[in-house]
């Protein structure tokens, strides 16, 4: 009896420990967030952030900071939107497009040196992206591409295909070989079987290298902040950077945190729409196993 | 609905030769079975005459066709893959549904345009190919959702609702639990006997193939060994190695020579001997015999050999008897031992009793495992 209590004992405060530590890295990783909140809904206009109490009384929240990122900026929060969805969108299709031929190529497709296409993919996607950002402009410069929509929109692309189309082709991977086939008897040709058959089974990983080809975009500054330089042209994360840094004025957290709450929204719903995917998505059931 | 036939089909992979000089011709509305161990090269036997590998060298004929340079899709056949490789993200429906509403069939005004088949052709197929295999209640269901037996009859379905030429199917039982694997078994058979197709099927289970195959494809390392009927195949195996894979309980086999005396050869086996009839040479042999071809007489029987039971196994009908050879008048023969078929009750472990080998069947083996000699059976009727 004795032994098992003490046992019982270990395991209690085995249970505390694990959960206090849990709580703590919760607490770190919301409150960052919860401080986001508070501050575009405070009061306190001014640009110290000291002044925030960590719990604001209901009557002194106010919709204020809203209402000037969106609406009292220049260029519109709207016209900021737009260029940021034409870009992280177009990034997001094209990139997704690619990334499952690519995947499709590498997966199903026996040639001489695929191997090393794969290693050499892998390496590429550790290279830091910034230092491509000269050569790109060189580049896109002798081309006259640069303040213009293809000019951001291709480096997006390409730069999604690296990863994702590894990713594709090891989702492709655990698709045997056999489904393929039935297709192939079933009287479609291999490009048929790709479209009508591969595809279908990959959603999951295609929504996620979606995903993930749109929030790179759609949150990049170093490649657009070089690239644009038309305000016409302008995205959401240049004008975040120019209202947080004082460019445009006073330096105003509360409108600073408003507009990123707001921007941030598109990419909540992307993630919500392709969470759907993954939980209600496929199993792999026709599958021996 | 028509034939099929391999003509020398070599295939290599590189250094390995999968496929060695295969040729057999099966008769429109045939069943056969190929069989060998596994890496025997019988799948890809299947997945060259789909089309899913291209052969080295041979040619393929549907009917009378030659389709070497024919893609998957224009070869017309049916195929129930091991994993049964339904489309995990369509339903049974669909899944069935689905050759239908790729191919396209010839216009009835104008056969040489194509149109795709109408909702009601496809929907008339499913449920027709759905009700002969006893699955119309699963149809709304995804694979996922469907039990091994249920998985087995939609592709057995998939393939069946196309009408193809032939049907190729591999190890589609060997998924099964093995209750519902004899159940399937008849239950294909059935199938065949109602659409009488071309059927092939890959195994290696030799019993399954022995109760479905009207002709037996016997395949190792590439080669064909025999092609024949389960009956003649388990009476005149043509080699060794074909008379212990087929037959079950399996072949005694006993090493020894042919002697010849006075015009009468007899198996010589140490101190055992066993008369021989036919005209066989002498040297050193491997006699070969059915357990059921081995009889088990009183003690001191005349003509029969004294041996000793030393195990009995159960297995229900009649029973398997292991029994070591002793030489009349003289010390046990080591090591020397035979099955038999018997009664459990008649024979206890340690009783003395005579065994006798019918001559008429017993099969003699050179060294490499070739036949001696051939048995003069009359071909089954």
């Known amino acids: 009896m004795r032994r098992r ?51 604001p009384k209901v009557g002194q929240l106010t919709f204020a900071s809203y ?34 031929f690519t995947g499709f190529a590498l997966s ?31 580049m896109f410069a002798k081309l006259d591409l ?90 959401l994360a240049l004008n975040l950077y120019a209202i947080a840094t004082g460019d445009t004025g006073e330096q105003n957290y509360g409108v600073v945190t408003a507009f990123a709450l707001v921007m941030s929204l598109p990419i909540v719903a992307f993630y919500i729409a392709f969470q759907r995917y993954i939980i209600g998505g496929l199993t792999l059931g026709g599958v021996r196993g | 609905m028509t034939g099929l036939r391999l003509e020398h089909v070599t295939k290599k992979f590189k250094e390995f030769t999968a496929v060695n000089d295969v040729s057999f011709e099966v008769k429109d509305g045939e069943f056969v079975v190929v069989l060998g161990a596994s890496g025997s090269g019988k799948s890809t036997i299947l997945r060259l005459i789909a089309g899913l590998e291209v052969q080295t060298s041979g040619h393929v004929y549907i009917g009378d066709m030659e389709v070497d340079d024919y893609e998957p899709r224009d070869r017309n056949i049916a195929m129930v893959f091991q994993s049964y490789a339904l489309y995990p993200h369509l339903t049974a429906y669909n899944n069935i549904a689905f050759a239908l509403r790729v191919r396209r069939v010839p216009r009835d005004d104008d056969p040489d345009r194509y149109r795709r088949r109408t909702r009601e052709e496809i929907d008339e197929r499913v449920r027709h190919a759905a009700e002969l295999l006893g699955i119309t209640d699963t149809l709304e269901k995804k694979p996922a959702a469907l039990s091994g037996g249920q998985r087995q009859r939609v592709a057995l379905a998939r393939a069946i609702v196309r009408d193809p030429e032939a049907f190729l199917l591999d190890e589609p039982l060997s998924n ?62 043509a080699s060794q190695f074909v008379a212990s894979f087929v037959g079950s309980p399996d072949m005694v086999f006993l090493e020894g020579a042919v002697e010849s005396r006075a015009g009468a050869a007899s198996f010589v086996l140490g101190p055992v001997r066993i008369p021989v009839r036919g005209e066989t040479a002498p040297g050193p042999v491997t006699l070969g015999i059915r357990p059921w071809d081995v009889s088990i007489g009183p003690e001191n029987a005349p003509g029969g050999i004294p041996a000793v039971v030393r195990g009995v196994e159960r297995l229900g009908s009649s029973d398997q008897l292991y029994l070591e050879l002793t030489a009349p008048g003289a010390a046990p023969a080591p090591g020397v031992s035979v099955r038999a078929m018997g009664r459990a009750y008649e024979n206890q472990v340690g009783d003395s009793v005579s065994v006798s080998i ?24």
């Not at chain 1, 919760?26 to 986001?36: C, E, G």
């Open chain 2, 176 to 237: 099964l639990d093995a209750k519902i694997r004899s159940s399937a078994r008849i239950e294909l058979k059935r199938l065949h006997d109602q659409l009488k197709q071309t059927f092939v099927f890959v195994t290696h289970d030799q019993s399954e193939a022995m109760t479905l195959a009207d002709r037996l494809v016997i395949v190792d390392h590439g080669r064909l060994l025999q092609y024949d009927t389960p009956e003649r195949v388990l009476r005149d195996p």
């Open chain 1, 108 to 138: 199903k497709f026996n040639f001489p040196g695929r191997r090393a296409f794969v290693y050499f993919i892998l390496i590429i996607s550790l290279f830091p992206s910034f230092l491509l950002i000269i050569p790109y402009y060189f």
């Open chain 2, 358 to 381: 019918d001559p008429d069947h017993a099969l003699f083996f050179d060294k490499d495992g070739a036949r001696v000699h051939s048995l003069e059976t009359a071909p089954p009727a």
């Open chain 1, 146 to 235: 640069i303040d213009t929509y293809p000019g951001l929109i291709i480096p997006y692309s390409a730069g999604a295909v690296v990863f994702s189309g590894i990713l594709v082709k090891n989702y492709m991977d655990s698709i045997p070989d056999d489904i393929e086939e039935a297709a192939l008897i079933d009287g479609l040709s291999r490009t048929g079987a790709f479209f009508r058959v591969l595809i279908p089974l990959c959603t999951p990983v295609l929504g996620l290298a979606a995903f993930l080809a749109f929030v790179g975009p759609y949150t990049d500054y170093a490649l657009a902040h070089v690239f644009i330089t038309s305000s016409a042209k302008e995205t």
């Open chain 1, 67 to 100: 209402r000037a990122a969106l609406y009292t900026q220049s260029p519109a929060f709207t016209a900021l939107l737009e260029n940021s969805l034409i870009f992280a969108g177009s990034a997001a299709a094209i990139g997704m497009g690619l990334a499952a």
């Open chain 1, 5 to 55: 209590r003490g046992r019982r004992w270990v395991r209690l405060l085995r249970a505390a420990a694990s959960h206090a530590v849990l709580i703590l890295a919760v607490v770190f990783a919301l409150f960052p967030i919860y401080f986001i909140v508070i501050t575009s809904f405070s009061t306190i206009p001014i640009a110290s952030i000291t002044a925030q109490v960590l719990i």
